[in-house]
């Protein structure tokens, strides 16, 4: 940390120098016709040295962060494994729920019907499907609304060195729930409707590209696509935010949550982006794992089930790590801002390595 916080003072200060410099050149230029203009712009290298300075800055920051959410667990590790367990439960039974109401039920009516498509017994079936698939996703909606917001204030509490007991947790918890689930209704709702924009920004796209097969016009649907992609996660690290703002900042909801949390981002999103692409990628990699092996597996009813709640133990344990990644990058951001001055002994002491900065990269 000091030979980092040295380095910066250095950096601080041949910026400086070139900055003064620069400025002499221009001035001697003046003076001086035969002076060549490549010998005075040194802009280009001045903005290139600060870039690479902050991408310095945000990849130490964001590992600090990631180091302090993986760590942070064991601060209170009774209360987390508390709340972690029973988001599993909760999870393996929503799932249980969703295979025994829906598909089992599902196939089992499927082999006695006709096997004929035009029967009149496929759209009943199809209709009872759905009308089990959508209430079960509503239930599943809500769950995840209390657990999260159990859950994310459960790791505020440990952050800042409040360690309760379960029991203390949920009445706590239990008179705060109104906020946290207008801002995730809101978050649902958002990134819904952003799904199916980008999704219908690709089929125009792709049945485009199908029509002008041109090279250029690819390129231009990549780079479009690229943006949308960039400003998706943008939009994913600004509602996880929100909604650690509505849990620890009680009376902030909704609306209020989205304008704190953008408060907070300023000058500090990219290291919010960065801990949703490495969340993104873990995902990606526990499916493909998951699908590996789901393939392999003997076919029965009772070792699918088996390798399922596997896969819902370690999505979960994913989940918590997220959960303690924003809950860190929201206190780091509140610490960024000189809002947080007191620091917790084992928690804090790592060291950020960040200036207050305008995002420059």
Known sequence: MIEFLTSTKSLNYTLIVYILESGY?????????????????????????????????????????????????????????????????ASAALSLSGYLLSIY???AQLTNISPSPSSSAYPDLLKELIAVELVLNVVALIISFILRTIIIYALAMTYTCNLLTLRELLCEVKGMMKGPFITQLCVTLLRLGCVVLLT???????????????????????????VAAAAYLYLVTLCSLSVAVSVVEQGRYGVGAFRRATELMEGRKWNGVAIVVASVVVTHVITVVYNLVFGK?????????????????????????????????YYYCRRVRGEDKETCDG???????????????
């Not at 009772?302 to 809950?327: C, D, H, K, P, R």
């Not at 928690?347 to 420059?360: K, R, T």
């Open 25 to 89: 050149s221009h001035h001697t230029a003046k003076a001086n016709k035969n002076i060549k203009p490549q010998q005075i712009d040194r802009r280009p290298q001045l903005t290139a040295i600060m870039a690479m300075h902050a991408a310095k800055v945000v990849l130490l920051d964001t590992c600090t962060i990631l180091k302090e959410a993986l760590l942070l667990p064991n601060k209170n590790l009774s209360l987390i494994l508390s709340v972690f367990f029973i988001s599993f439960l």
């Open 105 to 107: 039920p599902f196939l």
């Open 200 to 226: 219908a920004f690709v089929s125009t796209c792709a049945r485009d590209d199908a029509a002008h097969g041109a090279t250029l016009w690819i390129a231009v649907v990549v780079a479009a696509s690229l």
């Open 297 to 329: 597996i003997p076919v029965g009813v009772w070792s699918q089930i088996g390798v399922g709640l596997f896969y819902n133990l370690v999505v979960e344990a994913e989940n918590l790590f997220f959960m303690a990644a924003i809950t860190v990058y």
């Open 347 to 361: 928690i804090n002491n790592f060291g950020y390595a960040s200036i207050p900065a305008s995002d420059v990269v």
